[in-house]
């Protein structure tokens, strides 16, 4: 019987996830500058955030080569996590910084567990494996996906996994609010459909309270 995760909560690491057009980009900005107060912040996206795991993002990304099958997809995105880990987060955090990770882990059990259907224990058994440590915050900036869609039409390009169709869009959003509410004590779902400047700010109050949580 699969054994459940044992992660190591890392109060400091702050992840920003979201499906398509949440708007994660001006989220980070607010985040990044409202941490960046009080000293040194590192921020770091995935997949990528090192030279070797950008070239996996490459990898993953890029639509015009062999498309890789769902655990390649899998296995590449907890490679290119792994590294990071290794050669930035743990680092970073040792060093007694924060972290603000444009996606992690909860990516992988949303797109590769609830879009592409990957066994959810074997996830489970790479995060535990690969990974380690969990964030003390996730921000989940939720947003209809025809909205979502919407907004991204806007920018006139596609990468190979945002050229899904809607179906796999909705399982992503379904699967990502039903790791927020499996994680209440980490996850602050925010209503991503609001104007970007009330997005920004419900997401620096959550930052804002968590932070006094453990001081
Ligand atoms: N992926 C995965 O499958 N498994 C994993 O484990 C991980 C990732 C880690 C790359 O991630 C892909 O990898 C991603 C998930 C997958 N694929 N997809 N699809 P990424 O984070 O680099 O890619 P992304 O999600 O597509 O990020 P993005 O393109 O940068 O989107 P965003 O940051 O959420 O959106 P944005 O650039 O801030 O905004 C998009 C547009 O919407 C832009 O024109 C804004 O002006 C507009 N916008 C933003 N907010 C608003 C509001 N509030 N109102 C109106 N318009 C807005």
């Known amino acids: 019987?699969?054994?459940?995760?044992?992660?190591?909560?890392?109060?400091?690491?702050v992840t920003l996830e979201g499906g398509e057009g949440a708007g994660k980009s001006t989220v980070l900005a607010a985040l990044r500058a409202e941490l960046e107060r009080d000293g040194a912040v590192?921020?770091?996206?995935?997949?990528?955030?090192?030279?070797?795991?950008?070239?996996?993002?490459?990898?993953?990304?890029?639509?015009?080569?062999?498309?890789?099958?769902?655990?390649?997809?899998?296995?590449?995105?907890?490679?290119?996590?792994?590294?990071?880990?290794?050669q930035v987060i743990a680092p970073a955090l040792k060093r007694g910084e924060w972290v603000l990770s444009d996606r992690f882990t909860d990516a992988s059990h949303a797109y590769q567990g609830g879009g592409r259907g990957c066994d959810p224990h074997l996830i489970d058994v790479l995060?535990?494996?690969?990974?380690?440590?969990?964030?003390?915050?996730?921000?989940?900036?939720?947003?209809?996906?025809?909205v979502g869609l919407a907004r991204m039409r806007g920018r006139g390009h596609a990468d190979r996994i945002e050229s899904e169709q809607v179906e796999f869009f909705e399982r992503v959003r379904a699967a990502?609010?039903?790791?927020?509410?499996?994680?209440?004590?980490?996850?602050v779902v925010i209503d991503a459909s609001q104007p970007p400047a009330d997005v920004a700010a419900a997401a620096v109050d959550a930052l804002r309270r968590h932070r006094a949580s453990i001081a």
């Open 1 to 13: 019987m699969t054994q459940p995760a044992v992660l190591r909560r890392e109060p400091k690491l």
């Open 127 to 146: 995060e535990t494996e690969f990974v380690g440590i969990e964030p003390g915050l996730t921000l989940l900036l939720d947003v209809p996906v025809d």
């Open 42 to 86: 590192t921020c770091t996206r995935e997949p990528g955030g090192t030279p070797l795991a950008e070239r996996i993002r490459e990898l993953l990304l890029d639509p015009t080569h062999e498309a890789p099958c769902d655990r390649t997809e899998l296995l590449l995105m907890f490679a290119s996590r792994a590294q990071l880990v290794a």
């Open 176 to 187: 990502y609010l039903a790791r927020a509410a499996a994680h209440p004590q980490r996850f």
